[in-house]
């Protein structure tokens, strides 16, 4: 989004860049409103960052400050069972990053957020149970329910020694920060242009929901409520979240291997 920035006004010092110089390369990108307001976000993350470390003059605002934001349509996408079959083929030939490729199966596999996932240690992993224990996440804590494909894959994950995450990063204790190269990767050989590593949380929502076990499951699972105190023992036999997740891991896994008989029934949007 950078990019636009500097080819508008690359000559431009930093300090000497103004809000109206940010406004009207805002408005010159109204065709594009989704990527003119990442533009603005950009820039003001970039000012933000010379600010507090002392890049910038005392005092000197931030040019993309208070300038109004387009509407944005809504950019959710749902996998089809023929999409997730392909993604489950580009999953299985790859050869190079096999961490990245079991955290990708993880994220469509439990619904989770890509930061719950990469930041996950192993001492919040609960085997038995079949949960993820989340001390903190955007809704606080919260119990990630993990299905018998979802297990299967994290007991597969080699340990790092000296690392508590079960996606260790380059630095030493350190978790993973992102899989911007492998899914860009992954995404291409599949033939998913435009698909966002979010949109399978939206995928695995939308298996649910068109499955018919009730929004109520679906955003417990997805953990858009806070959980209340007794919520980590939902793992039981006959509990109904435990029964959604096995649906939607059963569901997701047979798509993504092809197994004859599979069929993904997403919920459509309302026209």
């Not at 085997?127 to 919260?142: N, Y």
Request: proline fraction near 5%; charged fraction near 25%.
């Amino acid at each position: 989004m950078l990019g636009r920035v500097r080819a508008a006004h690359g000559c431009v010092k930093a300090a000497a860049l103004t809000r109206s110089q940010v406004a009207v390369l805002h408005r010159s990108m109204s065709a594009t409103p989704y990527a003119a307001n990442r533009m603005l976000a950009a820039v003001s993350s970039l000012y933000g960052w010379a600010r507090d470390h002392e890049l910038l003059p005392e005092g000197h605002g931030n040019p993309a400050a208070r300038l109004t934001r387009f509407k944005e349509r809504s950019r959710e996408r749902f996998l089809t069972g023929e999409e997730l079959a392909r993604l489950g083929d580009a999953l299985a030939a790859a050869t190079i990053d096999t961490c990245a490729i079991a955290a990708i199966r993880l994220l469509i596999l439990t619904g989770a957020r890509l930061r719950e996932i990469l930041h996950t240690k192993w001492g919040e992993v609960d085997f038995e149970r079949g949960i993820i224990f989340l001390p903190d996440s955007k809704t606080g804590k919260k119990p990630v329910f993990l299905n018998a494909a979802a297990l299967a894959v994290l007991a597969d994950i080699p340990r790092l020694e000296g690392n508590p995450h079960v996606f260790p990063g380059r630095k030493d204790g350190q978790p993973r920060d992102g899989l911007d190269r492998p899914w860009s990767a992954i995404r291409k050989v599949a033939g998913l242009d435009g698909l966002r590593i979010h949109d399978l949380r939206h995928s695995f929502a939308s298996i649910g929901a068109g499955g018919g076990l009730g929004l109520p499951i679906i955003g417990k699972l997805l953990g858009h409520t806070q959980a209340a105190t007794t919520s980590r023992y939902a793992h039981l036999a006959n509990d109904p979240v435990r029964q959604a997740v096995e649906t939607i891991g059963a569901t997701i896994s047979a798509a993504m291997n092809r197994t004859p008989g599979a069929e993904v029934t997403p919920l459509k949007r309302a026209k």
